[in-house]
């Protein structure tokens, strides 16, 4: 898998192939019922924590509550919320 780059909303969505260093994470999120995600999602250049559900869903810390089916999906979602609690 290739890096992918998306701009949304003037901000920067990256999708990177998870790094070799990040076993050990995996091995701890797996032991919490949760599948790690076999890339890693930035949103300007700010790593956000992401797992994979049960139903092969992505999910991101504090936004357990709505799962995505792509990592760019979550990182738009994000974005459109971020940007609802600033005008909020």
Do not use: C, F, H, W
């Not at 949304?8 to 076993?23: D, F, N």
């Not at 092969?56 to 792509?70: E, K, R, T």
């Not at 459109?80 to 609690?85: F, G």
């Amino acid at each position: 898998m290739a890096e992918e780059r998306q701009t949304y909303k003037g901000r920067e969505i990256i999708v990177r192939p998870r790094a070799a260093g990040a076993a050990r994470e995996s091995a701890m999120t797996e032991r919490a019922g949760a599948e790690a995600a076999e890339a890693e999602l930035y949103i300007d250049q700010e790593p956000i924590s992401t797992v994979r559900d049960s139903a092969g869903m992505y999910v991101a810390a504090g936004y357990a509550y709505d799962p995505q089916n792509s990592l760019k999906d979550l990182g738009r979602r994000i974005i459109d919320y971020r940007e609802a609690a600033r005008q909020g």
